[in-house]
């Protein structure tokens, strides 16, 4: 069981996270792809116990978790469960099992492939406008009808994680994972979970955070238009 751990300037949260994966799964290898953080995420991950994919310069998140899943699928079985998560979520990382036992039930004639976490409590956000637009985008493409069309805690095969490389620029990483396993004839199965995570808010930061985020969609929609 792998998991990887998407990570920018998250000092704070990470140690938090990483102890609830570990906890989570027992004998769980976690990979943190580090999109050159300029606090100690790196250093507190490796203290952890982590394997730190680290990029000196800022990447965004779908390169730096594409350089980090192409090493870590190396050392994996074809079957092994992938876990992808982000790491702001501190302890309520523990509840991410929940999607490793969906794609694993999967397996044995369940139904779910690709498994996503939708998050039971909205804290903080905007308007909703990059939410409507990652939903629209992968329903024009697929059809699929996302509830969270951007969460990035997901959880698939080896085998079929690696079919889905590269990830989708930036922050289109998800509505792209999204896309291309619908596409390839994947069972998508969203779960709630009571999961918490460091949210924006409706302030200059946050704004430009969801316009980035936004770009990002609209990149992916145009690439697989």
Known sequence: MIAIVAAH????????????????????????????SSDGTAGIAKAAGAQVVRGERRVGKGGAMTHAARIALERAEPEEVVLLCDADLGDSA?????????VMAGAEGGD?????????????????????????T??????????????????MRASQL???LPFAPGY???IGITIDAVSAGMHVREIEL?????????NLGGFLHRGRQLFDCVRVYAARG
Request: charged fraction near 20%.
């Open 162 to 164: 690696a079919g889905l």
């Open 94 to 102: 523990v509840r991410l099992a929940t999607l490793v036992e969906a």
């Open 194 to 202: 009571d999961l918490s995570h460091r949210a924006t808010d409706r």
């Open 9 to 36: 300037n998250e000092a704070d949260r990470i140690g938090a996270t990483l102890a609830a994966l570990s906890q989570a799964v027992e004998g769980i290898s976690v990979w943190v792809a580090d999109d050159g």
């Open 138 to 155: 992968i329903g024009r493409h697929c059809g699929f009808a996302a509830k969270a069309p951007l969460s990035g805690q997901r959880a």
């Open 112 to 136: 779910a492939d690709l498994a996503v976490a939708a998050f039971s409590r909205r804290t903080g956000g905007g308007f909703g406008i990059v939410v409507r637009f990652a939903r629209w």
């Open 172 to 174: 289109g990483m998800e």
